[in-house]
C-alpha cells in the first residue's frame, strides 16, 4: 500500500499580507483556512482532520481547532521547522489513504514584522492561543479544571465522590504488586473521601501522581514482527478526535472518546464486550468515569455505578484496568501519561503483567489517552490492540 | 448591599492582553459592559470572541452587548490554597458559557444553577475583567 493516487490537493490559498499589522496570529490561521476552503469549493464542516505546526499559539492543533469550530478526528502536529507542512501533506494523505479522514486542513501563518513592530512576540512557540485571555486571569489549573467536570458530572446523573473513589481504590489493588510504584499502599473508598479537597468535588486521593520517568513504544512491519523472538501485539484499530468549548456551548459530561473510541472499535471490528483489558487515562477518578461512559463500557451517566464495587479490579471485576496501578497510584512521567497506558497493555497482551493482576486469555486490549483539559479543550486517542493471533 | 459583598475578592487582578481582534470586548469592559460576538449570517452568539463565526465560519461577526446575567453551569473552589477560589462557567442568558470567578459569596453555599450577574473588577488600565456574583 502507498499514497500514490489515494489523496489529492483540492484547494490552496495564500495570505496577501506580508506585514499582518491588525491581526492577530489565530485570526490569521482562520483566513487562510477559509481562502484555501474557497478554493475547493468546500465548508468548513467537511474538514475531518487538522494538521499545524509550531507556529500556531497553544497546545499542538487543540486551541486553534477550537478558534475556527472544527471537529476533527485525525489531525498531526509535527514540528521541524519549515518542512513541516511538505510532511502534512504526506500525513494527511496517508490517512486519507488508510480511510481515517477525507478532507484535510493545513495551515501556517505568523506575524513576526508585525510582532517586532508592536514589540510583542507571538512567533513559533511564543504567544498566548486566543482563549488565553478570557481564561487566566480566572487562574485555571489541572485540578480545579477537572473538578468542573466532576462536578457538572454529579449534578446531571447524581455520580457519587463515593463511586468516584472506587477508581483509585482499584488502582490502589493493582499498584501494590507494582514494585517501582509511587503509592503502592490500598486504600479504601473512606480513604479517599476523606483525604483533604484539592477542587471541589476533587479530593487528594482523587488526583493521579506527579512523577519522573517516561516510556518508549517501538511499531513495526509485518515483515519484521515476525523475525523477533518476543511476543508481539498486534495494532487493531484507532481513533483520534478533538474535544473543546464550542464557541461557548459547554457540555462538560463527555470527552473526546466519544468520538475516537467508536472510530477504534470500528477499525478493530471489535466492540467494548471484546475488551478484557483497559489502559484507561487516569488524571484524575473522573477522567476514568467520563472515558468509560463515553467509549461505550456502559451507558452515559452510568459511569459511577460501573466503576464501583472492584468492578476495575482484576480478579474481581468485569473491566481489569490499569493494573500497573496507573497515573493514580505508579507514575505520570512528566505530567503527561499516555504511552504508560500502552505499555501495561502490551504487558497484559504478552501475558507479561504481574501474575496477580494478570488477566487470564488476556486477547484484546484498550489503551486510551486524554491531553489538555477535561474542563476545556483536550486531545484524546483510542488504541485498540490484540495478541499475535487477533 | 449584600454583607457578602466584597468577600472571596482576588487580591490582585492583572490586565489581560489586548489585541486588535479581542480590543473591542476589552473597551466595553472599562465601561461596564459585557460583550459576546453575534453572527449574523447564522445568528449564533459566540464566547470567547472571535473574527471568525465558530459555528459557521462567516466572518460577519460584530458585537451584542449581554445582560450581564447568567446561571452557574459548573464551578470548582480551590481550597488547599491560603485564598480559596471558585473558578466557574456561567451561562449567560444570551446563550454562550464563560469560564469565570465567582466573588462576593460564600463559597459553601455556591449551587450549580444559581442565577448570578458580572461583576467588574477594575485592573487599573482602562480595562476591567468580568466576574460573577450571586443575584
Known sequence: MSIRGKAFIAGVYEHPLREATGKTVPQLHAEVAKGALEDAGLSKDDIDAYYCAGDVPGLGPLNQAEYMGLNVTQFDSTEVGGSSYVAHVNHAAQAIAMGHCKVALITLAGRPRADAKENYRTRP?????????????????????????????????????????????????????????????????????????????????????????????????????????????????????????????????????????????????????????????????????????????????????????????????????????????????????????????????????????????????????????????????????????? | MSELNGMNRPSKVRAPRVNDETKGFWDATGEGKLLVKHCNSCGENHFYPRSFCPFCFSDDTEYLETRGRGTIYTYSVMRRTKEPWAIAYVTLDEGPTMMTNLIDCDFDKLEIGQAVKVAFIDTGEGTAVPFFAPV
Not at chain 1, 145 to 171: D, I, P
Not at chain 1, 292 to 308: Q, Y
Open chain 1, 125 to 390: 512557540g511564543g504567544g498566548p492561543p486566543a482563549d488565553y485571555a478570557f481564561e487566566a486571569p480566572f487562574r485555571p489549573v489541572v485540578t480545579n479544571m477537572y473538578g468542573m467536570a466532576a462536578m457538572r458530572h454529579m449534578h446531571e446523573y447524581g455520580t457519587t465522590s463515593e463511586q468516584l473513589a472506587w477508581v483509585k481504590v482499584a488502582a490502589s489493588h493493582h499498584a501494590q504488586h507494582n514494585e517501582h510504584a509511587m503509592l503502592r499502599n490500598v486504600v479504601t473508598v473512606e480513604d479517599v473521601v476523606n483525604s483533604p479537597m484539592i477542587s471541589d468535588p476533587l479530593h487528594r486521593l482523587d488526583c493521579c501522581v506527579m512523577s519522573d520517568g517516561g516510556g518508549a513504544v517501538i511499531v513495526v512491519a509485518p515483515e519484521i514482527a515476525a523475525q523477533l523472538k518476543r511476543p508481539v501485539v498486534k495494532v487493531l484499530g484507532a481513533g483520534e478526535a478533538i474535544k473543546h468549548l464550542n464557541g461557548g456551548k459547554v457540555d462538560l459530561t463527555y470527552s473526546g472518546a466519544r468520538w475516537s473510541g467508536p472510530k477504534a472499535f470500528e477499525e478493530a471490528g471489535v466492540t467494548p464486550a471484546d475488551i478484557k483489558y483497559a489502559s484507561i487515562y487516569d488524571s484524575f477518578t473522573i477522567t476514568v468515569v467520563e472515558t468509560l461512559e463515553d467509549l461505550g463500557f456502559c451507558a452515559k451517566g452510568e459511569g459511577g455505578k460501573f466503576v464501583a464495587d472492584g468492578n476495575l479490579i482484576s480478579g474481581v471485576g468485569k473491566l481489569p484496568f490499569n493494573t500497573d496501578g496507573g497515573g493514580l497510584c505508579n507514575n505520570h512521567p512528566t505530567d503527561r501519561g499516555g504511552i504508560t497506558k500502552v505499555i501495561e497493555a502490551v504487558r497484559q497482551l504478552r501475558g507479561e503483567a504481574h501474575p496477580k493482576v494478570q488477566v487470564p486469555n488476556c486477547d484484546i486490549a484498550l489503551a486510551h489517552g486524554t491531553g489538555g483539559l477535561l474542563g476545556s479543550r483536550m486531545g484524546s486517542a483510542t488504541l485498540i490492540m490484540g495478541g499475535a493471533d487477533a
